[in-house]
Nanobody, 125 residues
């Protein structure tokens, strides 16, 4: 299974970007897809997630109201629309495929079996 993340780049504070993550290869049971990010010198953190077979979405408090996660099941693709970006959003963003259900699965990295290569988002002030 491969996850291909794209859409990162350099944007000014207040701007927007849309990240995409396309899943391909193999057959797999998908429970959900998530986005995580790793700011420079910091730990990886949860950003947003969506159930694959439902409409449930989950967000970190730091991005609620600014980021929107969506999916296109037919294209096996998940998107992360990021608005009102600020320098604190600068990070490498990773998409991941969760195959193990559980309570609060979306923030538990052990629930995710596959990870994309990461795409860099840089927000300038």
């Amino acid at each position: 299974v491969q996850l291909q993340a794209s859409g990162g780049g350099l944007v000014q504070a207040g701007g927007s970007l849309r990240l995409s993550c396309a899943a391909s290869g193999g057959t797999f049971s998908r429970y959900g897809m998530g986005w995580f990010r790793q700011p420079p010198g910091q730990e990886r953190e949860f950003v947003a997630a969506v159930r694959w077979s439902a409409s449930n979405t989950y967000y970190a408090d730091s991005v609620k109201g600014r980021f929107t996660i969506s999916k296109d099941n037919a294209k096996n693709t998940v998107y992360l629309q990021m608005n009102s970006l600020n320098p604190e959003d600068t990070a490498v963003y990773y998409c991941a495929l969760a195959i193990y259900p559980g309570s609060n699965w979306y923030v538990d990295t052990s629930r995710y079996a596959y990870w994309g290569q990461g795409t860099l988002v840089t927000v300038s002030s």
